[in-house]
Nanobody, 119 residues
């Protein structure tokens, strides 16, 4: 089991940028970012393999968000640009994930970091 700790969330204005970080307590393989807005289901945002391969981003963030990682520091990042109010959510990193249809199950989750975008 790996402990995951997210950071970097906050309150920003529409159009601003934020960079989220997720520090893992040990070596990880593919890392994932998810988000959950109030009253909505948790949704996949992005994923990156240990070698840096990136799966397609969620359509809602494509072209604005970039996932990256630093294996030496066991850390994964999510650079979020051109934020809009629809990006307001709790953002979670996870590992050991498996997709079944439209749902995901993951072995390890972080506690989440809140991103709030004001108009």
């Amino acid at each position: 089991q790996v402990q995951l700790v997210e950071s970097g969330g906050g309150l920003v204005q529409a159009g601003d940028s934020l960079r989220l970080s997720c520090a893992a307590s040990g070596r990880t393989n593919t890392m994932y970012w998810f988000r959950q807005a109030p009253g909505k289901e948790r949704e996949f945002v992005a994923a990156i393999t240990r070698s840096g391969g990136i799966t397609p981003y969620a359509d809602s963030v494509k072209g604005r968000f970039t996932i990256s990682r630093d294996n030496a520091k066991n850390t994964v990042f999510l650079q979020m640009n051109s934020l809009n109010v629809e990006d307001t959510a709790a953002y979670y990193c996870a590992t050991g994930c498996r997709q079944s249809g439209s749902s995901w199950s993951c072995i390890d989750w972080g506690q989440g970091t809140q991103v709030t975008v004001s108009s």
